[in-house]
């Protein structure tokens, strides 16, 4: 018997007891569409918070006081904030006027949280003192009106730029808001630009209010101490050299090197990628504990069926048949059952993912990788699990099995 005939044969075995045969696929079934379901939503998960991290800026160094520690915690980084008040607001002027060779551009961000007004409506937000290279550098976008000026900045001019949330609770249309007057604490200010909307990592960034740091200092804080300082570089290449700089450059002005920390980006995208790449195997690995559960019952019921169909094992025999056509006959039965239940899993499981996706505001990410490779260990199942039953049935002596009742 050629390999066409026992195909036939073995797909016409399956059609003959149609709701055992898929009774006998549900395990793979779900094995497959519950491993495509979960690692199409570890896999957006991760491309969210890249995307967004990414979105912050790129080639970004960020000091800031105490002392980040990797490999601790269940994020694979654990801070341990211990540093304080050490970034001096005359660290960072004498950052910006020293050149080095790989820095693009300095900037920081001193933050207070204060009540922001106009008319009867008020809002208590996050006010970030800042310089004009933190919009370009993080990426924001202007919704409407303008950025920071040097002029701005330099004359300590009461001027703010509004986030999208801000502008839309205090206004109602945030372009409303570009030009208008607000109260930020006891202090007036204009609007002049307002930003479209931004996220990170669920966090709405448009809840915060922008000035020039030199307006913050003089008429809201007068604080000399910054929440952090951030450096962009010019190119990926020079991070290293760049952050070993800044590294040296701050202690020598605070001295102890537990008090405060460099935060690289790149670091932080690794961190999370083999975060998210650990948690997408996890739930794959418990997924496919499904699989294996449908692999034992096809074993089972291509043993019920052998047992079943001995008679005509023992005729096919007695006529010719060897025990390796016999072999390939119940071996592709098995293998046959696994695979079309891998595609039916793969087909539920993009729908599934899909679902999960838009109810979880996800990208939905499925790489073709993934999806040959749940049918691949489909058809793995198969083969593996009917291996048993097909030499079972291959070794049945023909005379035993015709007197067989």
Do not use: C
């Amino acid at each position: 018997m050629n390999f066409s005939e026992s195909f036939q044969t073995a797909l016409f075995n399956l059609f003959a007891n149609k709701l055992r045969s898929f009774l006998t696929m549900l395990g793979v079934i779900i094995g497959v569409a519950s491993v495509v379901a979960m690692v199409s939503l570890g896999q957006g998960m991760r491309a969210q918070i890249v995307d967004q991290i990414s979105s912050l800026g790129s080639n970004i160094l960020t000091v800031i006081p105490g002392r980040v520690r990797q490999g601790a915690g269940p994020m694979g980084m654990f801070m341990a904030r211990g540093g304080g008040n050490v970034l001096k607001y005359e660290y960072f002027q004498e950052l910006r006027a020293t050149p080095f060779p790989g820095i693009r551009a300095v900037t920081t961000e001193a933050t207070t949280s204060l009540p922001v007004t106009f008319a009867r409506e008020s809002v208590f937000v996050n006010v970030v003192g800042t310089t004009p290279e933190l919009l370009e550098i993080r990426n924001f976008t202007l919704l409407g009106g303008r950025s920071f000026s040097g002029y701005d900045y330099s004359y300590s001019r009461k001027v703010a730029i509004l986030g999208h949330t801000v502008a839309q609770d205090l206004f109602g249309d945030p372009l409303l808001a570009v030009g208008a007057s607000i109260r930020v604490g006891r202090t007036i200010f204009t609007v002049v630009g307002v930003l479209e909307p931004k996220t990170m990592g669920g966090q709405d960034l448009g809840n915060q209010v922008f000035i020039p740091l030199t307006t913050f200092r003089q008429y809201l804080t007068g604080s000399r101490y910054l929440w952090n300082i951030i450096v962009q570089v010019d190119e990926k290449e020079n991070i290293p050299l760049v952050s070993q700089w800044l590294s040296d450059f701050f202690r020598r002005k605070i001295g102890d090197p537990e008090q405060f920390s460099i935060l690289n980006q790149q670091d932080l995208l690794e961190t999370v990628e083999s975060v998210t790449g650990t948690v997408t195997l996890f739930l794959a690995v418990i997924a496919g504990i499904s699989l294996l559960v449908g692999g034992i019952g096809i074993m089972n019921i291509m043993l019920v069926s052998v047992a079943e169909r001995t008679r005509e094992i023992g005729l096919r025999k007695a006529i010719g048949a060897k025990p390796r056509d016999i072999l390939l006959q119940f071996l592709l039965e098995s293998s046959l059952l696994s695979l079309v239940g891998g595609v039916v899993g793969l087909v539920l499981g993009i729908l599934a993912g899909r679902t999960m996706a838009s109810f979880s505001q996800l990208p939905f990410v499925l790489s073709p990788q993934v999806m040959a490779l749940a049918l691949s260990v489909s058809l793995a199942v198969g083969l593996f699990f009917g291996i048993y039953p097909a030499r079972r049935a291959s070794r049945l002596d023909p005379i035993t099995a015709l007197r067989y009742e």
